[in-house]
């Protein structure tokens, strides 16, 4: 996945805490030029474009705003390489030109990735021939306000090198 110029991915994200929370990112990375993605939770949708020199936002159907001091965004790369460089396999199966990877991630890189986790998250990772990532599935739990929280987390990737230039938006 580090030498794939660009990529689209869609990944959604359940809470469940007695009552099911879910959000869904859905977006595109093109190298060297930037990252385009619309993030929904619940019936708010948030939609950014982050360029090198340039970062805007806005809510949908606001208009766009530009960031002077860009707070943390979502870098599904970053989190990517990190579950994929801290993954501790326990099986692996092949279907054709499809491979599929089990494991867990340590605590502490799940935290790093971006996961909340209060113990090991189970890991699948399928790839194609080309070592490409097609779908990375993650179930952890974790504690809010004193109750346990089931996290799962399922990315889709595709359209490898096949994304469009990244443009401003405004």
């Given at each position: 996945?580090?030498?794939?110029?660009?990529?689209s991915?869609?990944?959604?994200?359940?809470?469940a805490?007695?009552?099911?929370?879910?959000?869904?990112?859905?977006?595109?990375?093109?190298?060297?030029?930037?990252?385009?993605?619309?993030?929904?939770?619940?019936?708010?949708?948030?939609?950014?474009?982050?360029?090198?020199?340039?970062?805007?936002?806005?809510?949908?159907?606001?208009?766009?705003?530009?960031?002077?001091?860009?707070?943390?965004?979502?870098?599904?790369?970053?989190?990517?390489?990190?579950?994929?460089?801290?993954?501790?396999?326990?099986?692996?199966?092949?279907?054709?030109?499809?491979?599929?990877?089990?494991?867990?991630?340590?605590?502490?890189?799940a935290?790093?990735?971006?996961?909340?986790?209060?113990?090991?998250?189970?890991?699948?990772v399928?790839?194609?021939?080309?070592?490409?990532?097609?779908?990375?599935?993650?179930?952890?739990?974790?504690?809010?306000?004193?109750?346990?929280?089931?996290?799962?987390?399922?990315?889709?990737?595709?359209?490898?090198?096949?994304?469009?230039?990244?443009?401003?938006?405004v």
């Amino acid at each position: 996945m580090r030498t794939v110029r660009s990529y689209s991915f869609d990944v959604h994200e359940q809470l469940a805490a007695g009552r099911a929370q879910s959000s869904r990112l859905v977006g595109a990375v093109v190298r060297g030029e930037g990252l385009t993605y619309r993030l929904t939770v619940g019936r708010r949708t948030t939609q950014v474009v982050r360029l090198r020199a340039a970062t805007y936002v806005r809510v949908v159907p606001g208009r766009w705003s530009r960031l002077r001091h860009p707070r943390r965004l979502a870098d599904p790369t970053a989190s990517l390489l990190q579950i994929l460089g801290a993954l501790v396999p326990t099986g692996m199966g092949h279907a054709q030109d499809i491979t599929a990877v089990h494991g867990f991630l340590p605590i502490a890189a799940a935290a790093r990735a971006g996961l909340p986790a209060t113990r090991p998250a189970d890991v699948t990772v399928t790839m194609d021939g080309r070592r490409r990532v097609l779908a990375l599935d993650v179930t952890t739990k974790t504690q809010a306000a004193g109750r346990d929280v089931t996290v799962t987390l399922r990315a889709t990737y595709d359209a490898f090198g096949r994304v469009a230039r990244i443009r401003k938006p405004v």
